[in-house]
T-cell receptor, first 114, second 111 residues
Framework: DSGVTQTPKHLITATGQRVTLRCSPRSGDLSVYWYQQSLDQGLQFLIQYYNGEERAKGNILERFSAQQFPDLHSELNLSSLELGDSALYFC?????????????FGPGTRLTVL | DQQVKQNSPSLSVQEGRISILNCDYTNSMFDYFLWYKKYPAEGPTFLISISSIKDKNEDGRFTVFLNKSAKHLSLHIVPSQPGDSAVYFCGCMKGNTPLVFGKGTRLSVIA
């Protein structure tokens, strides 16, 4: 158990809908990362937050947004969902989000868009 | 443009033998490298890391080797066990920038 929790574990929804994925980092970790893993693809970095502020942005679509709250949990919002958004979404956390900082991953949320 | 490549999608090894997983990167600025293991329906689990100032790091059965001139790192698992069967991802980072992962290598350890 990495100490990172994600809810829900599974999510099935329809095209055009909006969903929210939730992540609670390990106790004491200030940085949260979101990744997407599509079929046969590696982990694609989406976005990073550090202590409530956006720190880095990767290949995140404009339809997607995220935030980190004062209690350090984070939410990833996916809207106007398309079939191609079906994927595993992982959250990771690290102490400070800096160099040589190991990231610990949650169990993921499997999103299926029908 | 893939900055991190794991050219072997899969690898089969006999139990007790050595497993060698390889990873190549293109960005010479990467200064920290990590290996993660992933079982189905679970999140990636951190295994071992190495800083660019070292060329080897060992932790029990797992050893990571870094060849900066070749921009290559490898993970050695000795001896391999059936429980090591999983997908292994290498990740690279520089400074404060996020990890860049390869697409993974599926290791099967045969009893």
């Amino acid at each position: 158990d990495s100490g990172v929790t994600q809810t829900p574990k599974h999510l099935i929804t329809a095209t055009g809908q909006r969903v929210t994925l939730r992540c609670s980092p390990r106790s004491g970790d200030l940085s949260v990362y979101w990744y997407q893993q599509s079929l046969d693809q590696g982990l694609q970095f989406l976005i990073q937050y550090y202590n409530g502020e956006e720190r880095a942005k990767g290949n995140i679509l404009e339809r997607f947004s995220a935030q980190q709250f004062p209690d350090l949990h984070s939410e990833l919002n996916l809207s106007s969902l398309e079939l191609g958004d079906s994927a595993l979404y992982f959250c990771a956390s690290s102490e400070a989000g800096g160099s040589s900082d190991t990231q610990y991953f949650g169990p993921g949320t499997r999103l299926t868009v029908l | 443009d893939q900055q991190v490549k794991q050219n072997s999608p899969s690898l089969s090894v006999q139990e007790g033998r050595i497993s060698i997983l390889n990873c190549d990167y293109t960005n010479s600025m990467f200064d920290y490298f990590l290996w993660y293991k992933k079982y189905p329906a679970e999140g990636p689990t951190f295994l071992i890391s190495i800083s660019s100032i070292k060329d080897k790091n060992e932790d029990g059965r797992f050893t990571v080797f870094l060849n900066k001139s070749a921009k290559h790192l490898s993970l050695h698992i000795v001896p391999s066990q059936p429980g090591d069967s999983a997908v292994y991802f290498c990740g690279c980072m520089k400074g404060n920038t996020p990890l860049v992962f390869g697409k993974g290598t599926r290791l099967s350890v045969i009893a």
